[in-house]
């Protein structure tokens, strides 16, 4: 299997904390995450891996000296989403099965179990404990989404989506295609994930596994970078 990392953005909400450096660097016990997701990556076999970046890729560079890994430049990371990002990066998107996620999620190590097990495609994590402060919610019925998005009410939301997803091959045909055209037609705004949710419209299924239980964050306020500190230090 694949795994491709998004790591291009500024992380304009959390940015002023962070002395200029990515959010996929910020400290975890004396390790950049980056390098600890690379860490939790390679102990579970998974060594095909690509990294996007963008904002400061010299930090995660440094980071992640030692490291083998393909590796793409998107330019346009202050004008358009994460679609850029799949997009340069187009040409890993053939072939195996793939795991896709967002470069600032901290995660424990059973939820990359639990995603590498999971035979639906195309699945996204989610957590069905995380309503009240969710930032992008799903409504899901049996583990199929049905909604999605930030403007989900607290009563029509099931959880919150983890930053992580996972296609098959025949999906990643798919979604390699519609991601060029999503640039050709310069939808600048999209976010890969959107590539998947908007399937959701044409009727396709979609499949949602919830990770209740099991702690993750994705850096993007410095709240979700403390309660990360505080887990790791009671672990």
């Known amino acids: 299997m694949k795994v491709l990392i998004m790591a291009a953005g500024v992380g304009s909400r959390i940015s002023r904390h962070l002395q200029n450096q990515p959010k996929c660097c910020v400290d975890i016990q004396g390790k950049p995450l ?3 997701t690379f860490e939790l990556l ?4 998974l060594t095909n891996i690509a990294l996007v970046t963008g904002y400061q890729e010299k930090y995660i560079h440094q980071a992640l000296e ?5 590796r793409y430049f998107n330019p346009f990371y202050r004008v358009a ?3 850029s990002s799949a997009w340069f990066a187009r040409d890993f998107l053939v072939g195996d099965d793939i795991l896709i996620m967002n470069g600032d999620v901290f995660m424990e190590d059973s939820i990359l179990d639990i995603i590498l097990h999971e035979t639906h495609s195309p699945v996204l994590l989610s957590d069905s404990s995380r309503i009240a402060d969710a930032d992008y919610r799903f409504q899901w019925q049996g583990n199929l989404l049905k909604k999605y998005g930030k403007q989900l009410t607290n009563e029509e ?4 989506y983890v930053g992580i997803g996972k296609l098959n091959q025949h999906d990643l045909m798919i979604f390699r ?3 060029i055209d999503a640039v050709a037609t310069e939808d600048y705004q999209c976010w890969w994930e959107d590539i998947i949710y908007r399937s959701v419209e044409t009727g396709q299924e979609v ?3 919830d990770i209740a239980g099991r702690f993750w964050a994705e850096v993007d306020y410095i709240e979700d970078y403390e309660r990360i500190k ?3 230090s009671k672990m």
């Open 81 to 83: 989403n994460s679609i």
């Open 42 to 45: 390679n102990r579970k076999g």
């Open 157 to 160: 939301t099931t959880g919150e």
């Open 177 to 179: 295609q519609q991601v």
């Open 230 to 232: 505080t887990f790791v």
């Open 66 to 70: 030692g490291f083998q890994y393909s």
């Open 207 to 209: 499949y949602v596994n």
């Open 34 to 36: 980056i390098k600890k």
